[in-house]
């Protein structure tokens, strides 16, 4: 179930820093997104991103090929989370991640906690930015496939670990190549 607001009213979103309820879940991205995640990534201290590159090969084991109430039953938080439960590629976060903006902080978490105890709870969020980065998504994907690219959605930990692991198919994936399900589930 889903509340209607008007369109384009930004108060009533009680998303915070440090909230971090909905980064368990499944999240989708095209080609273009892990591209930017990954060099977004590559520009930062290599500490860190040792950090995270562990943290995705642990994660990827743990839910690749889980669908999306499996991964919300395994209650695994996303790699790019902070010790303070920030999000530390927030300049480049996915156009999922964007789209999802609570209306109420309780209800999101019961939302996203519910179905591990059978209980099912409306998600109420901001309907335009739902629907804005729905299309800008579908169009990413449209844009990719029109070009002769790869337009797939792909599971976010399992491509941007892919991408940190083989920075050679970044140029190959941008002009003609298409990536293989082994490739990602190897
Ligand atoms: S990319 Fe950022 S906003 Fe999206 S699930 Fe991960 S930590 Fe949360």
């Known amino acids: ?52 590159t562990s943290r995705l090969d642990q994660l990827w084991r743990d839910v690749r090929g889980l669908d999306d109430e499996e991964r919300l039953f395994a209650r695994r ?10 999000c530390l590629i927030y300049p480049v976060r996915p156009i999922f991640c964007r789209s999802i903006s609570s209306t109420d902080v ?7 906690t519910g179905p591990v105890f059978g209980e099912l709870h409306p998600v109420m969020m901001h309907q335009f930015q739902l629907q ?3 299309i800008l998504f579908l169009g990413v994907a449209d844009g990719l496939a029109l070009a002769g690219l790869d337009g797939r959605s792909f599971q976010l930990c399992g491509l941007v670990r892919y991408l940190l692991n083989y920075p050679n198919r970044e140029v190959e994936l941008l002009t003609e190549s298409s990536l293989s399900w082994d490739e990602i589930y190897p």
Not at 17 to 31: A, R
Not at 106 to 112: F, G, S, T, Y
């Open 106 to 112: 309780e209800l999101c978490r019961a939302a996203v």
């Open 1 to 52: 179930m889903i509340q209607q607001q008007e369109d384009g009213d930004r108060r009533l979103i009680a998303c915070a820093p440090g909230c971090q309820s909905c980064c368990v879940v499944n999240v989708s991205i095209t080609l273009l997104e892990g591209i930017s995640i990954t060099r977004f990534l590559r520009s930062l201290d290599s500490d860190l991103v040792a950090q995270i």
């Open 132 to 134: 804005l980065y729905k």
């Open 77 to 86: 938080k996303c790699a790019f989370l902070d010790d303070q439960g920030c």
